[in-house]
T-cell receptor
Framework: GAGVSQSPSNKVTEKGKDVELRCDPI?????LYWYRQSLGQGLEFLIY????????KSGLPSDRFSAERTGGSVSTLTIQRTQQEDSAVYLC????????????????FGPGTRLTVL | AQSVTQLDSHVSVSEGTPVLLRCNYS??????LFWYVQHPNKGLQLLLK??????LVKGINGFEAEFKKSETSFHLTKPSAHMSDAAEYFC????????????FGQGTILTVHP
């Protein structure tokens, strides 16, 4: 079946512009995660969705970052007033609930969106 | 709180020789531990995971890892390296009240020489 998809694959923007990154999880996966991969910081958690709710937003670096999920499926990560330090690869992952609990579930990752802020 | 330390940022081996990628973890809870691999310009792929069942975990492509609680380690091994194993490997921990949030190590780049 289809895996996690993300769009666009690459995005180049100017400092101060807003950007939207999209994630389509695997069909039926109720849990959705956003991570960021940058040279200086490695891979970092941003936000977790269960259905359309976000119980954990602790990784969002500033109030310029926001995310939503609609219909328990597609998620959008929005970065307002982009800065050069926002340049990174943004990864989305989804997982399906098993009896073992969230921490045991396998997260399946998309290919990522490479964001470059000039 | 949980954290992961990958002890080597780079490992270089010759094709056909064993691979050892070292990982130590810290967790206040019984952790779940994962190894993911990332090939150049590709997404993250799960190699194997430990979730409190058997301590020796077998994964894809001949990789395996052993959970050692006394040493807080989860080292990744493969008996014989192949050229296609060249990639970046991430040791990852999850557990407790983290909602499944993954905490990644800094990664180990594996180079395989012919």
């Amino acid at each position: 079946g289809a895996g996690v998809s993300q769009s666009p694959s690459n995005k180049v923007t100017e400092k101060g512009k807003d950007v939207e990154l999209r994630c389509d999880p695997i069909s039926g996966h109720t849990a959705l995660y956003w991570y960021r991969q940058s040279l200086g910081q490695g891979l970092e958690f941003l936000i977790y969705f269960q259905g359309n709710s976000a119980p954990d937003k602790s990784g969002l670096p500033s109030d310029r970052f926001s995310a939503e999920r609609t219909g328990g499926s597609v998620s959008t990560l929005t970065i307002q007033r982009t800065q050069q330090e926002d340049s990174a690869v943004y990864l989305c992952a989804s997982s399906s609930r098993t009896s073992g609990g969230l921490s045991t579930d396998t997260q399946y990752f998309g290919p990522g969106t490479r964001l470059t802020v000039l | 709180a949980q954290s992961v330390t990958q002890l080597d940022s780079h490992v270089s081996v010759s094709e056909g020789t064993p691979v050892l990628l070292r990982c130590n973890y810290s967790s206040s809870y019984s952790p779940s531990l994962f190894w993911y691999v990332q090939h150049p310009n590709k997404g993250l792929q799960l190699l194997l995971k430990y979730t409190s069942a058997a301590t020796l975990v077998k994964g894809i492509n001949g990789f395996e890892a052993e959970f050692k609680k006394s040493e807080t380690s989860f080292h990744l091994t493969k008996p014989s390296a192949h050229m296609s194993d060249a990639a970046e490997y991430f040791c990852v921990v999850s557990g407790g009240t983290s909602y499944g949030k993954l905490t990644f190590g800094q990664g180990t780049i594996l180079t395989v020489h012919p």
